[in-house]
């Protein structure tokens, strides 16, 4: 049976608490975990759930090493959760609010480091059908980019990514979703969305976090745009200047110049190589633990941290195996779900039919039969019973008398196969003429003199008259 023990709170906010527990197995097998539970009530906690789910999903099917790990989603007390990998580490935006920058060195490491990171995400395709991913962040800031006490990097929060799987719950392709402040301005203009924005963000990331100063909102227009560009990328050369070109690049007005990710993390590995301070290990073995040493603990609302809650076996990811209750768990409603063994199930009926329809034995079909020809008579074609026509032997010719010469026997020229007469046409039956009988057109004819001479004679009366008078 496995369980968790909740030992602290790590944080809390509007839907939730994130809790330090102890996942514990049958076999012995102990590890600590970060539980994210959500309390999530009204539309837009639904809302809130669906992409805490989607983004369980997605990270479980992602599994890179600069991405925060899912391990499984299960509920507790009727709370759907979350158990990821515990990562003790801050922040950027919160360790350079404590601390003050980084160096520019382990600033351009960092930086290197996530654009590989949205890069394989960028090209990231589906474990078993091989299908690519689709996925863009579209909310790459300093509070999304975590940095461990052993100088590790993760990329958080990816509930608002765009990506294509089949499990996915929320929609988002018409929402703009992220950070006003962090998106491109492509985006706003056109709400088109790619890869190139999570590379605008990481270089406002990296910008704000190197100078302590907020970028601003995006601009609309191209001019104005470059103009800010051209003004914050000098503020930013006074500090780091190998840091400016590359970040000029990554906020350029065009998506379509802008580095991908696998440049932007070879650009920023050099700026890396070629700049002073601290590296990365070394300067957040110190300043991450001395934001986690002076972080008070969040509030514990659910009532958790000293219990142990006991874990119904399921799938990590249902996107990673055939179990239908491993997805139905996953939706989040109810109590994990028991599927019962399936009965046998007889094999499927042919289209259209209820049971199996029979299979009849073949019949046999006869050959018509073949009269044998006369003796002396010529070679008879007949049909075979595979359909071609055959040839019947004619009878032998009779012996020569004794002293008579040999005398070839006649060769019967070739008989063609008979052709079969096409078949007769039903007889139409014929028009009758036009004219009629005999009988018909005299008696035709006959009306017709008839009417003309009384027209005729008509005429000579009238002019009798006329005469007379």
């Given amino acids: 049976m496995r369980q968790l023990t909740f030992l602290r709170t790590v944080g809390a906010g509007a839907f939730g608490t994130v809790y330090?527990?102890?996942?514990?197995?049958?076999?012995?097998?102990?590890?600590?975990?970060?539980?994210?539970?959500?309390?999530?009530?009204?539309p837009d906690g639904d809302m809130f759930l669906s992409r805490i789910r989607d983004e369980a999903r997605l990270l479980g099917l992602l599994q890179d090493d600069a991405i925060l790990k899912v391990l499984d989603m299960v509920q507790v007390d009727g709370m759907d959760a979350v158990v990821m990998e515990y990562i003790e580490g801050v922040d950027l935006d919160s360790i350079a609010r404590a601390t003050g920058a980084p160096s520019p060195r382990a600033l351009a490491e960092i930086g290197a480091l996530v654009a590989g990171a949205l890069h394989r995400a960028h090209t990231a395709r589906h474990p078993t059908d091989n299908t690519p991913l689709g996925v863009i962040h579209r909310d790459v800031k300093p509070a999304n980019i975590m940095v461990t006490r052993g100088g590790g990097v993760r990329l958080l929060d990816f509930g608002v990514a765009r990506a294509k799987f089949e499990t996915?719950?929320?929609?988002?392709?018409?929402?703009?979703?992220?950070?006003?402040?962090?998106?491109?301005?492509?985006?706003?203009?056109?709400?088109?969305?790619?890869?190139?924005?999570?590379?605008?963000?990481?270089?406002?990331?990296?910008?704000?976090?190197?100078?302590?100063?907020?970028?601003?909102?995006?601009?609309?227009?191209?001019?104005?745009?470059?103009?800010r560009l051209e003004e914050r990328m000098a503020?930013?050369?006074?500090?780091?200047?190998?840091?400016?070109?590359?970040?000029?690049l990554?906020?350029?007005?065009?998506?379509?110049?802008?580095?991908?990710?696998?440049?932007?993390?070879?650009?920023?590995?050099?700026?890396?190589?070629?700049?002073?301070?601290?590296g990365l290990r070394q300067w957040a073995q110190q300043a991450v633990p001395a934001v986690l040493?002076?972080?008070?603990?969040?509030?514990?609302?659910?009532?958790?941290?000293?219990?142990?809650?006991?874990?119904?076996?399921?799938?990590?990811?249902?996107?990673?195996?055939?179990?239908?209750?491993?997805?139905?768990?996953?939706?989040?409603?109810?109590?994990?779900?028991?599927?019962?063994?399936?009965?046998?199930?007889?094999?499927?009926?042919?289209?259209?039919?209820?049971?199996?329809?029979?299979?009849?034995?073949?019949?046999?079909?006869?050959?018509?039969?073949?009269?044998?020809?006369?003796?002396?008579?010529?070679?008879?074609?007949?049909?075979?019973?595979?359909?071609?026509?055959?040839?019947?032997?004619?009878?032998?010719?009779?012996?020569?008398?004794?002293?008579?010469?040999?005398?070839?026997p006649p060769v019967a020229p070739p008989v063609a196969p008979p052709v079969a007469p096409p078949a007769a046409r039903p007889a139409r039956p014929r028009p009758a003429p036009a004219g009629g009988s005999l009988a018909g057109d005299i008696f035709k004819g006959l009306l017709i003199g008839g009417s003309i001479g009384a027209v005729l004679l008509a005429a000579l009366v009238a002019v009798a008259l006329l005469l007379r008078h």
């Fill in 20 to 42: 330090l527990a102890e996942l514990a197995t049958g076999r012995g097998f102990r590890r600590q975990v970060a539980v994210k539970v959500i309390q999530a009530q009204g």
């Fill in 168 to 227: 996915r719950e929320s929609y988002t392709g018409q929402l703009m979703l992220g950070t006003l402040n962090y998106m491109a301005p492509e985006y706003i203009v056109t709400n088109q969305l790619s890869p190139a924005a999570d590379i605008y963000g990481l270089g406002l990331s990296l910008y704000e976090t190197a100078t302590g100063e907020v970028y601003g909102q995006p601009k609309v227009r191209q001019d104005s745009h470059e103009r």
């Fill in 235 to 248: 503020s930013l050369a006074q500090g780091m200047p190998a840091l400016a070109g590359a970040v000029a």
């Fill in 250 to 278: 990554m906020l350029g007005w065009n998506p379509t110049t802008r580095p991908d990710g696998a440049e932007a993390e070879r650009l920023l590995w050099e700026v890396s190589n070629n700049s002073t301070g601290a």
């Fill in 293 to 408: 040493g002076a972080r008070p603990p969040a509030a514990d609302h659910l009532a958790l941290v000293g219990r142990t809650v006991p874990l119904a076996e399921q799938a990590v990811v249902p996107e990673l195996e055939d179990d239908p209750a491993a997805v139905l768990r996953s939706s989040g409603g109810g109590p994990p779900l028991t599927m019962p063994t399936p009965a046998p199930v007889p094999p499927p009926a042919p289209f259209g039919l209820r049971t199996p329809a029979p299979v009849l034995p073949p019949v046999p079909v006869a050959a018509p039969p073949v009269a044998a020809p006369p003796a002396a008579a010529p070679p008879v074609v007949a049909s075979s019973s595979a359909g071609f026509p055959s040839v019947a032997p004619a009878a032998a010719p009779a012996a020569p008398p004794p002293g008579a010469a040999p005398v070839a």
